[in-house]
Each structure stands twice: as C-alpha cells, then as structure tokens.
C-alpha cells in the first residue's frame, strides 16, 4: 500500500528503545533526530529497539488481486515496456508489481521469459477495470482475472498461500510456505523507462543465465509526495521503481553459493546502462555486502560512505552525525554501520 500511503516508516508515530548507556526512551526524550534516523535508517546501529507506534490506515472492506502472465510468445516485451510507462502513474489504489523469470513453455518444451503482472487494488473489480480500461488497457485484464477478498485475505494471498487458507493463520510464527534455504539479493532504482532493445537484450541474458529473478515494484503516488529527507529512505520522487535481483537455491556448499551469488552478480552488471547513476542506488533493507564492509577502523567513515552514499544519498551524513552522538564508541555496529566520526569513537 506504499503508493496510498508511503513506507511503514512514514506512519510511526512513536518510539520506545534501549540506548547504549541503557536508559528507556521515547520519541519526546530522545529528540527528533535520533527518532529520524530509526525510522529508516537501520535502528539496530543506535540503539535496541522495543517498540513502534504506527499509525493505522483506512483500507476498504473489499480489495481486489489479480495474477496475469505473459511469455515472450504472449507480447511479453511489449507489456513490460508499457508497465515501466505506466506503472508509477496509475492511480495511487493500484499497486502492480512485475516479475521477471525463466520457465520451460509446456508448449514447445523451450525455456522463455515469463512477466507476472501481481497486483493489489484498494476496491473492487469494477473500479479496477474501469481504471485499467483508461491506464493500461494493453493488459487486457478481464473481470475473470479478478479476485475480491477482504485486505487480511489479500495479505495471506500475497504469501502465495492457497486461496481459502484462513486469515487466522497470521496469528501463526510458524507459517509453512515455500522454505528458501539460501538466497542472494541485489537491488537497483529505475528512473527513465528502459528501451525495447534493452529489454531483449537482459532478457537474452537471463535466459543464458536462467536462475536469476527480476522484480520491479512500481512508486510513484505518496512515494513521489514524500520528501527524500524527511526519513532516512531517500528514494522518492523520480524513480519509476524499485529493481531487485534475486536467486534461491537448496543446494548446501560454498561452490553451489559461488555459483548463484556469481549468476546475481552478474545480471546486476548487465542492468548498468539502465539504472540509477552517480551514485547507483541501493535499498538498505537488501544488506548487500557487495557494496562494501566496514571494518570500524581509523578509515570508517570513507568505508562507510562506500555503501552509505548508496542507501541514503544526502542523508547518509546526518546519519553519521547522529550515530555519533548517540553512540560515540560505535558499541552497535555491523558489517555495513553507519560510522561514528573518525575523531570520536573506538
């Protein structure tokens, strides 16, 4: 629901956490700036965090999904141009998300490329149509194609449950869905809409590759409204979507690793032309190692840039600045820290 009503971070109202002296603290005590950078920018790096207040959002009693694929036989390239066209524009109840993968054609036993167009829509079919008729009629999604159910319903949809599976089973620690025993994320930002050659051509390269998946979940709407330094997240207005790259694998090993990390890799590489510049943008919640280490040395803050600038752009200094203050020896870190200054700190 991020393009009704942005990030879960733009609706925490209040904060209750741990500092690192061990001291209790709410958003009043703890002041805006600290509140700032845990609503977005990694709470874990400056405190330990007990609990959020959100602020709850209006949802309709009836919401509509549907699940509509296309192969390269089926206008497939087409559609996935038009989507990048139109997705950030369409009416902020709609949320489609794209998904890019290889499977074998039953038909002709060869592999293609297989787009999945996954949507929710604040409303029922009716409205959906309506809507989908003016915006994307390139689709051709049919009231068949439609699914209404209540919002918690869509949200057990959304876990690719079976449909029927009782709402009650979000009460559940122990959902059985598709187990994923390992997996390598990478992600990307899409700011221009990228040309039908370019299209064929990482589409060429995924089928040489096969295992890896693309997924674009489309912004625009309350994303674009939002200011980039209003919270730590700073992908607002102007970006198409948010581009990630993902492969799953059982095998255990480090070469069965090796071998899926490296095919990410490189699809990543490919996708250069086309994405996010100066610098390449990167989501925080995708920890990519990728990117660089921080090994909270004398060098930490140039480290810490080398991902930082990539998550957070301009915010990635007040983040530093805040880290600092709350947490001058750098007692929480990790991999990929924000850093404390380099005349402070352990």
Same mark, same amino acid.
């Given at each position: 629901?991020?393009?009704?009503?942005?990030?879960?971070?733009?609706?925490?109202?209040d904060a209750e956490v741990t500092d690192v002296n061990g001291w209790i603290l709410n958003r009043e005590v703890m002041g805006e700036d600290l509140f700032w950078a845990i609503t977005?920018?990694?709470?874990?790096?400056?405190?330990?965090?007990l609990s959020y207040k959100i602020k709850l959002v209006a949802v309709p009693a009836t919401v509509t999904v549907f699940n509509v694929t296309?192969?390269?036989?089926?206008?497939?390239?087409?559609?996935?141009?038009?989507?990048?066209?139109?997705?950030?524009?369409?009416?902020?109840?709609?949320?489609?998300?794209?998904?890019?993968?290889?499977?074998?054609?039953?038909?002709?036993g060869q592999k293609t490329i297989r787009a999945t167009f996954f949507s929710l829509f604040l409303g029922?079919?009716?409205?959906?149509?309506?809507?989908?008729?003016?915006?994307?009629?390139?689709l051709g999604l049919k009231k068949s194609d439609c699914i209404e159910m209540s919002w918690l319903e869509s949200v057990v949809y959304y876990t690719s449950l079976p449909i029927g599976t009782p709402v009650s089973i979000l009460l559940s620690r122990n959902i059985q869905t598709d187990y994923i025993t390992h997996f390598k994320y990478?992600?990307?930002?899409?700011?221009?809409? %990228?040309? /039908? @050659?370019? !299209? +064929?051509? %990482?589409? /060429? @390269?995924? !089928? +040489?590759?096969?295992?890896?998946?693309?997924?674009?979940?489309?912004?625009?709407?309350?994303?674009?409204?939002?200011?980039?330094?209003?919270?730590?997240?700073p992908h607002r207005k102007g970006n198409i979507?948010?581009?990630?790259?993902?492969?799953?694998?059982?095998?255990?090993?480090?070469?069965?690793?090796?071998?899926?990390?490296?095919?990410?890799?490189?699809?990543?590489?490919?996708?250069?032309?086309?994405?996010?510049?100066?610098?390449?943008?990167?989501f925080w919640n995708y920890r990519d190692?990728?990117?660089?280490?921080?090994?909270?040395?004398?060098?930490?803050?140039?480290?810490?840039?080398?991902?930082?600038?990539k998550y957070f752009k301009g915010n990635f200094d007040r983040l530093v600045k805040v880290k600092t203050e709350v947490d001058p020896a750098n007692f929480f870190r990790n991999e990929q820290s924000i850093p404390v200054l380099p005349s402070l700190g352990n």
């Open positions: 629901m991020m393009r009704k009503y942005g990030l879960t971070v733009d609706n925490v109202v977005g920018g990694g709470a874990s790096i400056y405190v330990v965090l296309r192969t390269l036989e089926q206008n497939a390239t087409d559609l996935v141009y038009r989507w990048q066209r139109v997705a950030d524009k369409l009416h902020e109840d709609i949320f489609i998300r794209l998904i890019v993968q290889i499977i074998n054609d039953s038909s002709s029922d079919s009716s409205q959906l149509l309506s809507l989908m008729d003016g915006s994307f009629p390139e990478k992600s990307d930002y899409l700011k221009k809409p %990228i040309p /039908k @050659k370019g !299209l +064929e051509y %990482i589409f /060429k @390269k995924m !089928l +040489e590759l096969e295992a890896p998946i693309l997924t674009f979940n489309p912004y625009g709407g309350k994303m674009a409204e939002i200011s980039p330094s209003a919270k730590p997240f979507c948010k581009i990630y790259y993902s492969a799953n694998w059982d095998d255990d090993g480090v070469e069965a690793a090796k071998h899926y990390v490296d095919l990410v890799r490189k699809l990543h590489r490919y996708m250069t032309p086309f994405v996010s510049k100066s610098p390449r943008e990167a190692l990728d990117l660089g280490i921080n090994r909270n040395g004398a060098d930490r803050y140039t480290q810490g840039a080398a991902y930082g600038v």
